[in-house]
């Protein structure tokens, strides 16, 4: 494997579980919930994911057992913070601990042992290209499919009727329900998708990545996740920009390690949190910028007009 | 028969039952406490062997506890009190860092024994015992040396503690026994738990050219699966790891407590355990190298084979000088060999490494 | 459109009644989950119910070591509760924890033989220094750059746990520890005193007691803690009034950061009596549960943080004596706080069922 081939390969496979997730995320963001458990949604998402693997074999049931469960973790969070006016920051720090307590509780059968893993998809034609094809065009499924959900999901914010109804119920709550938007729906709904992306992300780890099962082996991951979207501005170009940035970023630590060049390696392993709070610190600076794209109404409390 | 003698005998029967059935009724409780999950494999695991082994030879009379996952921080102290009180007698502390709590417990309690995974410090009742991987590593090197054809040998450890350092040491000695042009190449993950980032660091290396790995205090077999994957070799601590890495796993070096917890545990029943420094290595059998893998051939293998032997019996030594760090400094002259104290307390690298240790 | 079945009125009074209806519901319901969690894993209820609730609370010992997790506990959260009623989301305790464990590690390190009287409270002021210096950072991105503090403050969690591992693993590793990652114990003029004999509370239980108090002067009896409140919930109106919101940020940040610093420097200078690479087993974010819980009120937080102490030690407890995973710990956290917040609608609104609405409206 040649240097180049693995920084690509190694690059997508660590951003995709980032990408998939923050998609999630920003989707949540978007309609003017701020989702603060996605590391737990991960977390049990990596685990159930890994357990449907074990006990069938199959990944897409993985994948969608992984992202269904999540989802009903996410239906509490959404519970809490639309019905009953949960503070969000308290509500997703809360639903993520009980997110990551229960994938350990239920995983703990499961713990270090492994699943085959996923059979790769190599394009066609493309995967033969030397050095760029087995980096970017030999691997699962989800590795492709993960940017053109970036993709749909652009399209879905700026062309469709729906994107719009989800910004601007994320812009103005009270304006989209006098024009007779179902607020709480909508935003139940954006919660919903944004915790089955995040459990997918998970299961992508334990099934297709690391194809193992273990506590505490999200490791922050879902943290990374929500600083992306505020990276990313809440724009779905620049969160996948900020994904894959930061798949590199993490490589690039590994890499300056096994060449052997004589840097402490926790200041390498600081690195990509450095350049995390540097990066959201430049694109705050413009207070404009920030105000331009974060959703108006993101993290307020809403209650709809009696 | 006299009467006193009648009653003498019926007074020494009874007390002889009554001995017999409170030895029945209430085993010896020993507790063991891991700082980690017991899994199918790992360190924990290697442990949890050893506790099943007192078990099945003690049978009835011990009753076990097990305590796993717990940091080595403060909660520590609180459930080696819980073990105490609840009328343990002997207690296995499974991590470094339970030192200074254990020993703290251990002069409270002089009728405990305890021993002490990986520590420096003993008492009457605290003794200690650390595994020599760094001999099995050696063995694992030499295979590595041999079966390299890029000549890189990659490296992926956690932490850099003495006993992590020693043994890079004793792969880069033993490589270069072979393969004196080969390349050692290392990367520190600086977490007790990153599976995703030990593959990662995993394919970093095998990026670099390595074509033989190194897991160093990896838990799980996340290493094994990305050498499987990648057709690379591997050598991994702890476990028989075999079974994760059929074809990848060049062999795999254990850790077997059995002889040192029974003998430990009898020595404690018949009230004569002494606090002492175990260290096991090939000789004592708390270190096996095992899951030597097809692709060596019988020569290979006889070579490894006669090195073990030699490092058993006392002939060979890892550590033999003459030995250089890094920068050039004699560490051991020609003709004497590496003290135990600083093999257990090294924070220097051998020359020929390359890359540094993170502090 | 369809509307929900219920409407939510904000609730005008609020008696000191309903204000306890949130957290005896969450602890009611968390108990519960307990029961069944445990049953499920084969623990009859009323002995997992003796472990959690009764064994803590039995013998001198377990009550010392509530206390001793409830002093971090309580202590950090005051710090935070004063953060978060301004809406200043500090969630980076636990790196601000260890550097105050570091700065407060640094004289009994250097000064190893000293038996000076003052060794303590100087290292109270380094470490109460450091673990602001750590805050005041997010603080300074925050007000300077607009940077979203609960994100930075994270960040900060991460490079502070690396930074540690630094320190541990070279230079202020005990020159005579074999080389281990951890540093040299600490001389006796650098522990804490002990409370009780037989246990392992220190006085830092009292400290804790004592920024209790000053917590509750700040926010019922001071000015600044009702410009804090102002400056951070209503940016606007605090403008016209003269507090400005980046004062809030950097007062909130600050006190949390010396909470949490002091915190850390009473870890390592009373139950672990050494800097190595495990400071907290997560105080800094169980704090925050302790700080909603007690509804960022000084004294709910009391009865949280003790609360919040004793399942963690009855936790431990029942692992020890049934076996019970630790992740089951991590679990009752979750559902206590989502409890607690869900419980709070009642506290905070008034819900009454709709009134039937009439034919027209409903078709809007």
Redesign the interface.
């Known amino acids: 494997m040649q240097t180049i081939t693995f920084v690509l390969a190694g690059t997508m496979l660590a951003a995709t579980p980032l990408l998939i997730a923050a998609l999630g995320e920003l989707i949540a963001e978007k309609s003017g919930i701020l989702n603060l458990s996605v590391e737990g949604m991960m977390a049990l998402g990596a685990a159930i994911g890994f357990i449907v693997v074990m006990e069938t074999g199959s990944y897409w049931l993985a994948f969608l057992a992984g992202g269904l469960v999540s989802t009903l973790l996410a239906a509490l969070f959404g519970a809490v913070v639309l019905l009953a006016l949960g503070n969000q920051v308290a509500t997703g720090l809360a639903v993520g601990i009980l997110g990551v307590g229960l994938a350990a509780l239920i995983g703990k059968p499961y713990e270090s042992k492994t699943v085959p893993p996923m059979p790769r998809m190599p394009i066609p034609f493309l995967s033969d290209i030397p050095v760029i094809g087995p980096g970017l065009f030999n691997h699962v499924v989800l590795v492709y499919l993960a940017p053109l959900a970036a993709l749909g999901l652009w399209w879905l914010f700026r062309y469709s009727k729906l994107g719009l109804i989800i910004r601007a119920v994320g812009e103005s709550p009270e304006a989209s329900h006098a024009i007779g938007h179902n607020v709480m729906l909508v935003r139940l709904l954006a919660v919903l998708a944004g915790g089955f992306l995040a459990g997918v992300a998970g299961a992508f780890i334990s099934v297709a990545s690391t194809t193992l099962w273990s506590d505490g082996m999200i490791a922050g991951r879902g943290w990374i996740v929500v600083a992306l979207v505020v990276f990313g501005t809440w724009r779905v170009g620049r969160v996948m920009i900020g994904a894959y940035l930061f798949g590199i970023a993490s490589i690039a630590e590994l890499l300056v390690q096994s060449t052997g060049i004589g840097v402490p390696s926790q200041l390498l392993t600081s690195i990509p949190y450095v350049a995390t709070i540097v990066a959201i610190a430049l694109l705050s600076m413009d207070g404009r910028r920030i105000r331009l794209n974060a959703p108006v109404s993101l993290g307020r409390v809403y209650r709809e007009a009696q | 028969m006299r009467l006193r003698k009648r009653i003498v005998a019926w007074l020494a029967g009874a007390a002889a039952a009554f001995v017999a059935t409170a030895t029945q009724a209430e085993p010896v409780k020993i507790s063991f406490l891991y700082p980690s999950?017991?899994?199918?494999?790992?360190w924990a695991k290697q442990l949890d062997l050893g506790r099943e082994a007192i078990e099945e030879k003690f049978g009835d009379a011990v009753e076990s506890?097990?305590?796993?996952?717990?940091?080595?921080?403060?909660?520590a102290?609180?459930?080696m009190?819980?073990?105490v009180?609840?009328g343990a007698k002997f207690v296995m502390l499974g991590s470094?860092?339970y030192m200074?709590d254990g020993l703290r417990l251990a002069r409270q309690h002089p009728d405990i024994a305890f021993i002490h995974a990986s520590g420096?410090k003993q008492t009457d009742n605290f003794g200690t015992f650390t595994a020599r991987n760094y001999e099995g590593f050696y063995l694992g090197g030499l295979a590595a040396g041999m079966v390299t054809e890029s000549d890189t040998i990659?490296i992926v450890a956690a932490?850099?503690?003495?006993e992590v350092?020693a043994a890079v040491n004793a792969i880069t000695l033993a490589v270069h026994k072979v393969d004196p042009d080969a390349k050692i190449?290392?990367?520190?993950?600086?977490?007790w738990?990153?599976?995703?980032?030990a593959?990662?660091?995993a394919?970093?290396?095998?990026?670099?050219g390595?074509d033989v790995l190194f897991s160093l205090h990896q838990?799980?077999?996340?290493v094994v699966?990305v050498a499987e994957?990648?057709g690379v070799y591997v050598v991994n601590t702890s476990s028989d790891m075999s079974a994760?890495g059929p074809n990848s796993v060049l062999a795999s070096v254990i850790n077997d407590w059995n002889d040192y917890f029974i003998e430990s545990f009898q020595a404690a029943l018949d009230g004569d355990f002494k606090g002492a420094d175990f260290r096991g290595g090939l000789a004592s059998g708390a270190v096996k190298v095992a899951a030597w893998n097809d692709d060596l051939t019988e020569e290979q293998l006889g070579t490894i084979k006669q090195a073990e032997a030699d490092l058993a019996s006392g002939k060979t030594h890892v550590f033999a000088g003459p030995l250089k760090d890094q920068d050039g400094n004699v560490r051991a002259e020609a003709g004497t060999t590496l003290p135990d104290?600083e093999i257990?307390?090294?924070?220097w690298l051998v020359e020929g490494v390359?890359?540094?240790l993170?502090? | 459109m369809t509307r929900l079945p219920w409407i939510v009125d904000t609730r005008v009074h609020r008696t000191r009644y309903t204000a306890l209806l949130a957290p005896c519901t969450a602890i009611a319901v968390t108990i519960v989950g307990a029961l069944i969690l445990m049953s499920i894993m084969g623990v009859p209820p009323l002995r997992a119910l003796y472990y959690l609730y009764a064994a803590p609370l039995s013998g001198r010992y377990n009550i010392g070591e509530v206390l001793l997790k409830m002093s971090p506990l309580l202590l950090i959260a005051q710090g935070l509760a004063i953060g978060f009623r301004a809406k200043v989301w500090n969630i980076g305790a636990e790196g601000q924890l260890i550097l105050g464990a570091i700065g407060g590690s640094l004289l009994p390190i250097y000064f190893n033989d000293s038996q000076s009287a003052l060794m303590l409270p100087a290292m109270v002021l380094v470490g109460a220094s450091f673990g602001m210096a750590w805050a005041a950072m997010a603080a300074f991105l925050r007000a300077r750059f607009n940077a979203n503090e609960i994100l930075v403050t994270l960040m900060l969690n991460s490079i502070a746990l690396q930074l540690l591992y630094y320190l541990v693993s070279g230079p202020l590793r005990d020159p005579f520890g074999f080389n281990f990652p951890q540093s040299a114990l600490f001389p006796d003029a650098a522990m804490l005193p002990i409370l009780v004999g037989g246990t392992r509370v220190n006085v830092s239980f009292f400290i804790a007691l004592i920024a209790t108090a000053l917590a509750w002067l700040l926010v019922r009896r001071s000015m600044i803690g009702y410009k804090l409140e102002v400056g951070g919930t209503a940016p606007n109106a605090a403008r016209y009034a003269g507090f400005s919101e980046k004062q809030a940020v950097w007062l909130s940040l600050l006190i949390g950061g010396a909470a949490a610093g002091l915190a850390g420097v009473f870890e390592v200078a009373g139950p672990l009596g050494q800097l190595q690479r495990v400071i907290s087993p997560g105080y800094g974010f169980a704090a925050i549960i302790v700080a909603f819980l007690g509804g960022l009120n000084p004294v709910g937080i009391l009865f949280a943080a003790f609360f919040m102490a004793v399942i963690l030690v009855g936790g431990d407890i029942a692992q020890t004596a049934a076996g019970v995973p630790y992740a089951l710990n991590t679990v009752l956290q979750g559902i206590l706080l989502v409890t607690y917040i869900a419980a709070r609608l009642f506290v905070d609104y008034r819900v009454r069922l709709r009134p039937p609405a009439p034919a027209s409206e409903a078709q809007i």
């Open positions: 999950p017991v899994a199918d494999v790992g506890i097990v305590v796993e996952n717990i940091p080595e921080g403060p909660d102290a609180r459930i009190n819980q073990m009180t609840d470094f860092g200074n420096f990659g932490f850099a503690i003495p350092v190449k290392i990367v520190w993950l600086n977490s738990f990153d599976p995703p980032k593959q990662e660091a394919r970093a290396l095998i990026s670099q390595a838990d799980t077999p996340s699966n994957a990648e994760y104290q257990f307390g090294m924070n390359s890359g540094s993170p502090n």
